[in-house]
């Protein structure tokens, strides 16, 4: 069974900082790997998506990395703002049989960006 | 470009009654699915669909029913309400059902769900 495990569990940083953000999933026969922001009372919001061809995926500030051999990826966050303030998860979907398409997530990661 | 609607937002319910939590997409997407979150458990499965007319259990389905009758609507029922389905509920939509093709899944903004 997938489990989805992301470290910190919560992090506050300083505006203006760098920081990374860490999901490992225990099986690494995955097609892709999606990050989620979600910001409170709301929905989830794609972020990345990145095959497992793929060793890096960007989006402006945004860059997400994958190593499937070592079942990690992480998400690096250019100069944070207060903006980028809110719940990043990371989901892969299952691989294989009956569970395409299936996403299995990590808890989460809480992100709060301080003036 | 309305994506994934859930309606209502917000429902008060009280133990034993029943209530249909409605999901709509306008991108004519194959998959559909429901998934429930809850503090420390993060999000689970309850039922998908990889199709109209195709309906499938997911990881948490018990209490719950689907039926996907067109493309567009994946309603999710309730049939006796019990204070453990206190969540809040989202539905997700992607183009097809297989990740090897590397699609996005999209999500609502969610239904919040009391069950006194």
């Known amino acids: 069974k997938q489990e989805v495990t992301q470290i910190p569990a919560a992090l506050s940083v300083p505006e203006g900082e760098n920081l990374v953000l860490n999901c490992s999933f225990t099986?690494?026969?995955?097609?892709?790997l999606q990050w989620f922001r979600q910001d409170p009372g709301k929905g989830l919001t794609s972020l990345l998506l990145?095959?497992?061809?793929?060793r890096e995926q960007t989006s402006g500030r945004l860059n997400a990395s994958l190593d499937k051999s070592s079942g990690r990826s992480t998400l690096y966050i250019a100069a944070s703002q207060p903006g980028d303030s809110a719940t990043y998860l990371c989901?892969?979907?299952?691989?294989?049989?009956?569970?395409?398409?299936?996403?299995?997530f990590g808890q989460g990661t809480i992100l709060t960006v301080h003036p | 470009n309305a994506g994934v609607t859930q309606t209502p937002k917000f429902q008060v319910l009280k133990t034993g009654q029943s209530m249909t939590l409605q999901c709509a997409q306008d991108?004519?997407?194959?998959?559909m699915s429901w998934y429930r979150q809850d503090p420390g458990m993060g999000l689970r499965l309850i039922h998908y669909?990889?199709?109209?007319?195709?309906?499938d259990q997911g990881e948490v389905p018990n209490g719950y029913n689907v039926s996907r009758s067109t493309t567009e609507d994946f309603p999710l029922r309730l049939l006796s309400a019990a204070p453990s389905q206190t969540s809040v509920y989202f539905c997700?939509?992607?183009?097809?059902?297989?990740?090897?093709?590397?699609?996005?899944?999209?999500f609502g903004d969610g239904t919040r769900l009391s069950i006194l």
């Open positions: 669909s990889v199709g109209a007319g195709i309906t």
């Open positions: 989901a892969v979907p299952n691989a294989g049989g009956t569970s395409y398409g299936k996403l299995t």
């Open positions: 990145i095959q497992s061809s793929q």
């Open positions: 991108m004519n997407h194959e998959y």
């Open positions: 997700a939509s992607s183009y097809r059902f297989d990740s090897s093709l590397n699609q996005p899944q999209h």
């Open positions: 099986d690494s026969a995955i097609y892709n």
